[in-house]
């Protein structure tokens, strides 16, 4: 029953960010890249890649929360790092975010909850806990000295929890074609965002979405409706556009518009500075 459950489950909404073992043309251009696993103090492992550009000495991370189902798989086999959801927007574009000041940490799912990692773990204690172990590996091992959150899509669940649950512990988070609509029925993933409150949080929040974004759980409506006084910056345009409406190769993953993204969110760490994003990307 559970391996069927499972199966359903990848069924119905396995389309929010396909998965693939091969890694994103150039995603990794220009980085220095790091696999490191963090020993959870429950007993499991977390691991965890650390991006940073070459001749660079970055202070500011980004811990990004790749969409569904955000299990990422990270393994180092021989030297060669490996992951699964190469084509995902943050996992795809990271290359674009890290500069003097920001680098990047792709976070994979705990190993023990690399079977599911559902809305039950993403809106627990257990999350929160085990994300504040991985700060303080970023911050002791790698140099951080600020840390912000970075989700899109599914990864919204996590980065919108954590935002309100690690209190100080985070300078900020970012969150890109959030989960706003979860489908009803039993076992919908994404469930626990139909009323969260984005206001709870005491750490600065920036939204980012996608105008046209075709995706019937992320609707830009209910992103404008429901932010509050949280600042939203509103994308536009497209490049060859393909894939089913909540693929990561649509408005939904702001394919043709990663550089530009990219750019407002270290605009927004760096200076909090927010404008909508009307250039075409090269």
Aim: proline share 4%; with cysteine; charged share 20%.
């Amino acid at each position: 029953m559970k391996y069927l459950f499972l199966a359903l489950f990848s069924c119905l909404l396995g389309f929010l960010s396909p998965a693939t073992h091969a890694q994103g043309s150039g995603a990794s251009e220009g980085l220095i890249e790091t696999f490191h696993t963090v020993k959870l103090s429950r007993g499991t492992e977390l691991n965890i890649v650390v991006s940073k550009k070459k001749d660079t000495t970055p202070t500011v991370a980004a811990l990004l929360f790749a969409g569904f189902p955000g299990i990422l798989k990270i393994k180092n086999e021989g030297g060669n790092i490996t992951y699964d959801l190469a084509g995902n927007f943050l996992i795809r574009a990271r290359r674009l975010l890290n500069n003097e000041t920001v680098f990047t940490v792709m976070v994979d799912c705990p190993v023990d909850q690399w079977n599911m990692c559902d809305d039950r773990y993403r809106s627990s204690k257990q999350h929160t806990e085990d994300i504040a172990e991985v700060i303080n590996t970023v911050k002791s091992d790698f140099g951080a000295q600020q840390i912000y959150l970075v989700g899109t899509s599914y990864g919204t669940v996590s980065s919108s929890f954590l935002a309100k649950n690690l209190g100080d512990k985070i300078d900020g988070a970012i969150h890109t074609s959030t989960f706003t609509d979860p489908r009803s029925g039993r076992n919908s993933p994404g469930m626990p965002m139909q009323s969260f409150d984005w206001s709870q949080a005491k750490a600065p929040q920036l939204f980012i979405h996608h105008k046209d974004d075709p995706c019937d759980v992320s609707k830009y409506s209910s992103v404008q409706s429901r932010k509050k006084d949280i600042p939203l910056i509103t994308v536009e345009g497209t490049k060859n556009p393909r894939g089913a409406a909540c693929e990561a190769q649509t408005a939904h993953g702001f394919v043709g518009r990663e550089r530009a993204v990219m750019l407002a969110i270290s605009d927004w760490i760096t200076s909090r500075k927010v404008q909508d994003l009307v250039e075409v990307d090269n």
